[in-house]
Each structure stands twice: as C-alpha cells, then as structure tokens.
C-alpha cells in the first residue's frame, strides 16, 4: 500500500554533481526517518544519509565517507527525500535505495519501505 520511487541517477564524472529524489506514495498517514543507502557490485548494504521527521528532532546521519559531500533534505509535503551529492568519487558508483519508516492509515505500527533503487556511476 505504499511505495517509494528514487529518481535522478546516471553518469557523472568524478568531481560532478548529480541530485536524487524519492517519493514516497500510497495510504500514508504519516513517515519518521527517511534515508539513502547504497549498494556497490559485491559488497554489503551500507548507510549512506537519513533524516528523521521534524516531531522526532530533525536528526541528520551521514556515513563518515559522505560528510562535506552530500546533502540530505526532505520535503514533507511532498513525502520526498532528497539526496545532494557533489565531489563525486568513483567509489560513490553504486546503486542507491531509499529508505522510509512509514506509518499507514488504519495502522497501528510503522514498517519499513524499500524503493527499486537507481544507479550512480561516476566514471570519466
């Protein structure tokens, strides 16, 4: 009953920019933390930012990898995540998930929602 869809992926050269967005859809009632993860071709699911809702303190994370580097912002009344991403390095190329803990109408938990992931590759 909900879905999460990441755009804005592709091919960048190293020290590029490139923006990614994700829209979270369906029978919401309300989300806490959104983020990013990233997956690189043979290793394991890692964090890559997340930001918790403005009632849970508007917490920022950032792997240690990223920091100075991404930006991670949301847009509550749109359900959108967004993921700022500049000095790009070809360690970045990996697919990137999004991430929302979301709470439906009728609910009484939150569950975790998973979007189909995008591809980054930075590559000159």
């Known amino acids: 009953q909900v879905q999460l869809v990441e755009s804005g992926g592709g091919l960048v050269q190293p020290g590029g920019s490139l923006r990614l967005s994700c829209a979270a859809s369906?029978?919401?009632?309300?989300?806490?933390?959104m983020g990013w993860y990233r997956q690189a071709p043979g290793k394991e699911r890692e964090l890559v930012a997340a930001?918790?809702?403005?009632?849970?303190?508007?917490?920022?994370n950032y792997a240690d990898s990223v920091k100075g580097r991404f930006t991670i912002s949301r847009d509550n009344a749109k359900n959108t995540v967004y993921l700022q991403m500049s000095s790009l390095k070809p360690e970045d190329t990996a697919v990137y998930y999004c991430?929302?803990?979301?709470?439906?109408?009728?609910?009484?938990?939150?569950?975790?929602?998973w979007g189909k992931g995008t591809l980054v590759t930075v590559s000159s």
């Open positions: 991430n929302a803990d979301v709470l439906s109408h009728g609910s009484s938990q939150y569950v975790d929602y």
């Open positions: 369906g029978s919401i009632f309300s989300i806490n933390a």
């Open positions: 930001i918790s809702s403005i009632s849970s303190g508007g917490r920022i």
